[in-house]
């Protein structure tokens, strides 16, 4: 069934020899009817895989949400904010694949500089904190508290360090990505172009030829005598 685009609002079908948005023709039986993610521009490295957005689709939350895991159990278990940002990194790593720049784009909260920004931001005011109060710099502090559904639940003010440290390494990764991936769409954006001049171009003189054939084939025509007005030829 038809879905609008995220970013017009029209009605969007998208299959086999039907023009996506971006006026190319999706490329294969695998080409996204519906929309799975948010954006249904094609990246300018290739045409969208319905295989691959399913795929994105379902691994992503499930990525995250391990990330978020190893983020807050980093203090006493393996992970932490390093281990945390870098499984983050790789589901918006996957989401570039399935839909390009702009569902990456889509999927952030914030760009990739702000991220870094707020992870600095973050880690260095959890680091300095201890300070005010007389104490050496990362000292740890613990709190209890008693949650509805998790019970008793340890808190160390360390995980503040770590979201920054996460935030860092996820704004980094993705910075990383989009540089590369700018370059890497440039080159095929120009690419694309060159192909449709070339095209363009044989179409014109394609047009060119036909035009020249016809008028020498209607300067080669006999024209019919002349006739006087009584109807008899001269």
Not at 189 to 215: G, H, K, L, P
Request: proline share 9%.
């Amino acid at each position: 069934m038809p879905t609008e685009s995220f970013e017009t609002g029209r009605p969007f079908i998208a299959g086999p020899g039907v023009p996506d948005e971006s006026g190319g023709l999706p490329e294969g039986w695998e080409a996204p009817r519906e929309r799975w993610l948010s954006t249904v521009v094609r990246p300018a490295f290739g045409p969208r895989s319905v295989l691959l957005e399913v795929v994105a689709r379902l691994l992503i939350p499930a990525i995250l949400v391990l990330s978020v895991f190893l983020l807050v159990s980093g203090h006493d278990r393996p992970g932490g904010g390093f281990a945390g940002g870098l499984v983050a990194s790789m589901a918006y790593v996957l989401r570039y694949i399935a839909g390009g720049r702009q569902e990456l784009i889509a999927g952030l909260p914030l760009r990739p500089n702000a991220l870094l920004s707020l992870g600095m931001l973050i880690g260095c005011t959890a680091a300095g904190l201890p300070l005010l109060f007389g104490s050496p710099v990362l000292d740890t502090a613990k709190w209890e508290l008693v949650l509805p559904v998790f019970g008793d639940v340890k808190v160390l003010s360390a995980l503040f360090f770590e979201v920054g440290v996460y935030l860092i390494v996820v704004g980094l990764v993705l910075s990383v990505v989009a540089a590369l991936g700018a370059r890497m769409e440039a080159e095929e954006e120009e690419a694309r172009t060159e192909q449709e001049q070339r095209i363009a171009r044989q179409a014109r003189r394609t047009a060119q030829r036909s035009d020249a054939v016809r008028a020498a084939e209607s300067q080669d025509t006999p024209q019919p005598p002349p006739m006087n007005p009584g109807g008899e030829t001269r």
